[in-house]
């Protein structure tokens, strides 16, 4: 499978984005889907994640409040809905999937497929 990231771009302090990630096959059923992102200089770092198994949404402390994470399975597609972005969140956001029906957690180790990231810019 290839997961293909989009919806980034520059944005003021206080704007929104949605970000839009797209599976080439089988989708998001069954897996847990989430998001990572890296500012340059910085460790990748986890945003959110679903946990099918559980049906657990977990989000990192910095960004929960601001962002939802949301699936449309028909359509082998997921978002996340970023709200009152400032510019300490600029960085490039790549959506992730976990193994089959395994639970994830915020290590990137735990996911075993990467989008190619979409680049979020936000000025203040």
């Known amino acids: 499978v290839q997961l293909q990231a989009s919806g980034g771009g520059l944005v003021q302090a206080g704007g929104s984005l949605r970000l839009s990630c797209a599976a080439s096959?089988?989708?998001?059923?069954?897996?847990?889907v989430g998001w990572f992102r890296q500012a340059p200089g910085k460790e990748r770092e986890f945003v959110a994640v679903y946990n099918r198994r559980t049906g657990k949404t977990t989000y990192a402390d910095s960004m929960r409040g601001r962002v939802t994470i949301s699936r449309h399975n028909a359509e082998r597609t997921m978002y996340l809905q970023m709200n009152n972005l400032q510019p300490d969140d600029t960085a490039i956001y790549y959506c992730?999937?976990?193994?089959?029906?395994?639970?994830?957690?915020?290590?990137?180790?735990?996911?075993?497929?990467w989008g190619q990231g979409t680049l979020v810019t936000v000025s203040s």
């Open positions: 992730v999937r976990g193994a089959y029906l395994r639970v994830t957690g915020t290590s990137p180790a735990d996911y075993t497929t």
């Open positions: 096959e089988r989708g998001f059923s069954g897996y847990a």
